[in-house]
């Protein structure tokens, strides 16, 4: 092979790589799906959003309520995104961005939010019923009044809630009186997180960590408990009856009139 052939061969050769690169680096713009199998783009997402956002501050009168019923949001990016009341039952955002995004009243019911990140979302009054939220970062999150019954939360991270006000007065309490009962929370991260008065009856805790969490006046009845990590918890006045505590680590944690408490 000539000299110059074999420069011509290396200029293809470093052309087509260059090539191939820049496809690598740019991202497919997202695409979605409403419930009747409508295709969106993100800029339908995004009008879709400010017709509710109308539709709230005129508080009905005018835009349009969002409904995503169904929708297959995969991966949408939602940060910030106010979605307050809005119809999110059955829709797919698994892998969803909604950092900071107000959720306030939302119906996420049976909604899949697998691996979706929540991080610092007000999810308070939200229908999370039957939702799967398997390794999703809930961290820091509003949860305050939000129903998670029959909701899966495997491996999702709850830690560190954030501190919210309740009643005019400023309590470590996001969680408060969420109803959580038969939720699943296996390997659940709660480290810290404050569950006052939370509804865990029949819930599966096993091998959550609850490291440091309030757990007062909760309700774990029925619960799942073996493996868990409940070191330095505070259990005090919690409704342990037929709890299953096997293998659970209980160092330091404080159990001040807990009821029916059963270790074995």
């Not at 820049?22 to 993100?42: A, H, N």
């Not at 009856?241 to 160092?251: F, I, P, V």
Request: proline share 0%; hydrophobic share 45%; glycine share 4%.
């Amino acid at each position: 092979m000539q000299r110059t052939d074999i420069i011509i061969v290396l200029v293809v050769f470093i052309i087509s790589l260059l090539s191939a690169s820049t496809t690598v680096g740019q991202q497919k713009p997202w695409k979605g799906k409403l419930g009747d199998g409508t295709e969106i783009t993100e800029r339908d997402l995004k009008t879709i959003m400010e017709q509710h956002q109308i539709w709230i501050e005129s508080r009905g009168k005018k835009g349009q309520r969002a409904n995503l019923s169904n929708a297959d949001m995969q991966g949408a990016k939602l940060d910030r995104a106010i979605l307050a009341g809005a119809n999110l039952s059955m829709a797919n955002l698994s892998n969803a961005s909604l950092r900071e995004a107000n959720l306030w009243n939302a119906n996420l019911s049976e909604a899949e939010l697998e691996k979706a990140n929540l991080f610092k979302a007000n999810l308070e009054n939200a229908d999370l019923r039957k939702a799967t939220l398997r390794r999703a970062n809930l961290s820091q999150a509003e949860l305050m009044g939000a129903k998670f019954i029959d909701a899966n939360l495997t491996k999702a991270n709850l830690s560190k809630v954030r501190k919210t006000k309740f009643k005019s007065i400023n309590i470590d309490a996001t969680l408060m009186q969420v109803n959580m009962s038969y939720a699943i929370l296996e390997e659940a991260n709660l480290t810290g997180a404050e569950l006052w008065d939370v509804n865990l009856s029949n819930a599966n805790l096993r091998k959550a960590d609850l490291n440091a969490s309030v757990l007062y006046e909760a309700n774990l009845s029925q619960a799942q408990l073996e493996d868990a990590n409940l070191s330095r918890a505070v259990l005090d006045y919690a409704n342990l009856s037929q709890t299953e505590l096997r293998n659970a680590n209980l160092s330091e944690a404080n159990m001040t009139k807990a009821l029916d408490a059963h270790l074995n």
